[in-house]
């Protein structure tokens, strides 16, 4: 069975350009998240889908983050425009029905 | 305010001895807990969870032991191999659906 696959696996690009992540989750995982995680600390939410719903989107930086899952099966995230802070690696992850959470690889974001 | 806390940035343990990482939280709301294993340039992969309806659970070389009262949990990894070298978090969450992470403690296992 595929794991969570995310691309790009590295991104650079220069502030205030556009940059989207796509995330496939495990298939019949009903529930995504997208982390964020910064050199040295533990992976913090951005936002959580139940299928295509959004149900925890408060941690979202909602002035340049944006999200979508449409049809409750791959997701993106967008960030729109890109500052010096945002370079990070962003996770995204599915549950199973027992709870566990399963990772991607990660797309790790340079701003220049 | 970190409500899931690692206090031991990294921990160095001789091959074959006992490896212990430690977690600590402060919300009395938390009943389920993750860890993960997480090697450079990898995501988190996850290891062992545990229930609070649990005081222990065990996974082969990996056991997680949870004292409710403390809010304090532990990862015993026995015998410790090279190949566990990387950095381990602990998670919790309020019924199984928002995670909350530590920062992280980063094992070096010495051959």
């Known amino acids: 069975e595929a794991g969570v696959v995310q691309s790009p696996r590295y991104k650079i690009i220069e502030k205030k350009q556009p940059v989207a992540f796509w995330c496939n989750p495990i298939?019949?995982?009903?529930?995504l998240y997208w982390y964020l995680q910064n050199l040295g600390q533990g992976p913090e939410l951005l936002i959580r889908?139940?299928?295509?719903?959004?149900?925890?989107d408060s941690q979202l930086p909602k002035d340049r983050f944006s999200a979508e899952r449409l049809k409750g099966v791959d997701s993106t995230l967008k960030i729109q425009p890109a500052e010096l802070g945002d370079s990070a690696v962003y996770l995204c992850?599915?549950?199973?029905?027992?709870?566990?959470?399963?990772f991607g690889e990660g797309s790790r974001l340079t701003v220049l | 305010d970190q409500q899931v806390k690692q206090n031991s940035p990294s921990l160095s343990v001789q091959e074959g001895r006992i490896s212990i990482l430690n977690c600590d939280y402060t919300?009395?709301?938390?009943?389920?807990f993750l860890w993960y294993k997480k090697y450079p340039a990898e995501g988190p992969t996850f290891l062992i969870s545990?229930?609070?309806?649990?005081d222990k659970n065990e996974d082969g070389r990996f056991t997680v032991f949870l004292n409710k009262s403390a809010k304090h949990l532990s990862l015993h990894i026995v015998p410790s191999q090279p190949g566990d070298s990387a950095v381990y978090f602990c998670?919790?969450?309020?019924?199984?659906?928002?995670?909350?992470f530590g920062p992280g403690t980063r094992l070096s296992v010495l051959p």
């Open positions: 992850a599915s549950r199973t029905n027992t709870g566990e959470l399963f």
């Open positions: 298939s019949g995982h009903n529930t």
């Open positions: 889908y139940e299928n295509e719903e959004a149900v925890d």
């Open positions: 919300n009395s709301m938390f009943d389920y």
């Open positions: 545990i229930s609070s309806i649990k």
């Open positions: 998670a919790a969450s309020a019924g199984g659906q928002n995670f909350v």
